[in-house]
């Protein structure tokens, strides 16, 4: 397993880099507005925004390769790793909503040091043994999971808009910006990680110790550089007023916040409610990403008892994802012209087809582990064509003001169902004695190869529902910009 994990980490990197190649010589370059292009405040202002949030995007990446071989070190049983795990998932439920919130309160900036904070946390509590030390860290996890996703683009959105006025339009730049580097910044980590545990003999907790620095470059990049750029911006920023005070301003800008948080819940809960599309599309979100969680959890175990390198294996995973994003940028492209709903039909059979592959190559007594390793390979592909393809169709049939809101309704099914995914193996291995759950695992990855059949068939409903709908096509009304 080492020589494959090595093998095929090359191989990957070589298709990476062949797609690539390929997909710049086929696809057109996007028009960039001139005034862009030649606007040394704009850069300025992306290339500050990108410091701070690629730091705290390889501090993230950092905690995934190693986080079930460090709760197995510790010595826990799998079922007391599945409730870790949905302790997590559980925290990010409840504080999603508190992760929208907080920036209107507490501050943009303030928000992303509170996620330097907590994250920081999360990770000193790996050094503990203690396993409600190791529960009360995945809430910390789940918190902090929750702010990055919200409170940094929070930030770059304000200043953006409000504060320097630039166009609506150069957003997505910088946000195209961060996932081309976001695929890198995984591949990386893995290999670091790798370097860390396996190379220099650290043990998996070193991982996580090296993210915490990471975080306080960050912290420190949010507090004096985005500060500073605060103080010299040309508008009210984030901290002019005060939130406590003599007046009664902090008080009533609290009730508004919340008084226009609540009524976005409310506009985007009927916006999923009264259109059909937006409902299946929320249904395979939930579905498929589901098992990406459930996936998550169930990669280490399949494979680490024959001995492969963790963080090597992680860093295939992500190139199999970076592959697949290449394929479907080439895909699309003025010579193929696939559609991005052929290609989300193709993701999740590949993904249904990994799993059916896995149930095979995991039985007891006869393990094939070189082709579990294919099959999850074969998933991350999926995945890194499915993330496109939604988005896409997200950007096409829900209104881009109600977007936000529609897409955190969409992670409550999401994490739920993963949570049931989880406590289920739990209470399968539990009731097997607490030991290994090597059947309990074999019926969790049934389990989602019949997830990703119901998502399958919520994708042909959603077609069969808009068969000659143009916005669910590429040369729809709105054009390619959407995605």
């Excluded at 203690?130 to 999971?145: A, K, N, P």
């Excluded at 990471?214 to 508008?235: M, N, Q, R």
């Amino acid at each position: 397993m080492l020589v494959t994990a090595y093998l095929a980490m090359v191989v990957l990197l070589v298709l990476c880099v062949c797609l690539e190649l390929t997909a710049r010589r086929l696809t057109p370059p996007q028009p960039t507005p001139s005034a862009m292009g030649t606007n040394p405040a704009f850069r300025r202002f992306q290339t500050l925004f990108l410091r701070g949030y690629l730091l705290a995007l390889s501090a993230d990446w950092l905690q995934g390769p190693y986080l079930y071989k460090l709760y197995r070190h510790y010595s826990f049983l799998e079922s007391q790793i599945a409730i870790l795990y949905v302790v997590g998932l559980a925290s990010c439920v409840l504080f999603a909503p508190v992760a929208s919130w907080l920036p209107q309160v507490l501050g943009r900036r303030r928000t992303c040091l509170l996620f330097c904070v907590a994250y920081s946390a999360c990770c000193f509590t790996k050094l503990s043994r203690d396993y409600f030390v190791l529960i009360l860290g995945r809430v910390l996890g789940g918190l902090s999971t929750s702010l990055l996703s919200t409170a940094f683009q929070a930030w770059y959105v304000h200043r953006h808009v409000d504060v320097h006025d630039f166009p609506k339009e150069w957003i997505p730049s910088t946000f195209t910006k961060a996932a081309s580097w976001n695929h890198g910044l995984a591949v990386g980590a893995g290999l670091v990680a790798n370097m860390l545990a396996e190379w220099l003999h650290l043990g998996p907790v070193a991982p996580f110790l090296l993210a915490v620095p990471c975080l306080g470059a960050c912290g420190w990049v949010v507090l004096t550089d985005w500060g500073l750029e605060e103080k010299d911006g040309s508008l009210e920023g984030d901290n002019k007023k005060p939130l406590l005070g003599p007046s009664s301003s902090a008080p009533l800008a609290r009730a508004s916040a919340r008084a226009r948080f609540w009524r976005s819940c409310q506009e985007s809960l009927h916006c999923l409610l009264s259109d059909r599309r937006v409902m299946l599309l929320g249904g395979v979100q939930a579905l498929f990403e589901s098992v990406l969680y459930i996936f998550i959890f169930l990669w280490t175990p399949v494979l680490d008892p024959y001995g492969p390198p963790l963080g090597m294996v992680f860093s295939c995973l992500m190139a199999a994802s970076m592959a697949g994003s290449l394929l479907y940028r080439l895909a699309t492209s003025t010579r193929y012209r696939l559609q991005p709903g052929h290609l989300l039909c193709f993701s999740i059979l590949l993904a249904f087809f990994s799993f059916f592959m896995l149930i095979f190559s995991t039985a007891p007594g006869q393990p094939r582990p070189r082709e579990s390793l294919l099959a999850f390979l074969m998933l991350e592909l999926a995945s890194g064509l499915y993330f496109p393809a939604v988005s896409f169709l997200q950007g096409r049939v829900i209104p881009e003001e109600k977007r936000a809101g529609v897409l955190a309704w969409f992670r409550l099914p999401l994490h739920l169902t993963a949570c049931l995914g989880l406590l289920a193996l739990h209470r399968e291995v539990s009731g097997t004695g607490g030991g290994e759950g090597g059947s309990g695992t074999r019926h969790m990855l049934g389990g989602c190869a019949v997830l990703m059949l119901a998502a399958l068939l919520a994708v042909v409903s959603l077609f069969t529902l808009g068969r000659n709908d143009v916005d669910l096509r590429l040369d729809g009304p709105k054009g390619e910009g959407d995605i």
